[in-house]
């Protein structure tokens, strides 16, 4: 089972920015795609990012210009810069992992919650305004 540890929540006022990690255990990190979704309160889970294993990148529309994923396969960690932040965004973020999958996927794929098979405990990130 892979472990997956998400760092870097926390509080910021609006238009700030935060840096969210996780941090994976299995060897076959680079085999998957890896995704960040986030759940706000009284809201469903919903999808945010995604890159997979050929460095493309996936965004949900609300946050295209302002989020950045990015991958480290040697360090086995993705991170999610985030910009511009609104109270909008306040939510618990998790990290998520994927099952082995080829090497390019879809925005469907990478944005579906039965595509991954581990995920984060999730950390919180408010946006004050």
């Known amino acids: 089972q892979v472990q997956l540890v998400e760092s870097g929540g926390g509080l910021v006022q609006a238009g700030g920015s935060l840096t969210l990690s996780c941090a994976a255990s299995?060897?076959?990190?680079?085999?998957?795609?890896m995704g960040w979704f986030r759940q706000a309160p009284g809201k469903e889970r919903e999808f945010v990012a995604a890159?997979?294993?050929?460095?493309?990148?996936f965004y949900t529309d609300s946050v295209k210009g302002r989020f950045a994923i990015s991958r480290d396969n040697a360090k086995k960690t993705v991170s999610l810069q985030m910009n511009s932040l609104s109270p909008d965004d306040t939510a618990v973020y998790y990290c998520?992992?994927?099952?082995?999958?080829?090497?390019?996927?879809?925005?469907?794929?990478?944005?579906?919650?039965?595509?991954?098979?581990?995920w984060g405990q999730g950390t919180q990130v408010t946006v004050s305004s």
């Open positions: 998520a992992k994927t099952r082995r999958t080829a090497f390019y996927a879809t925005l469907q794929y990478v944005a579906a919650q039965q595509s991954y098979e581990s």
């Open positions: 299995h060897r076959t990190f680079s085999e998957a795609a």
């Open positions: 890159i997979d294993r050929s460095g493309a990148t």
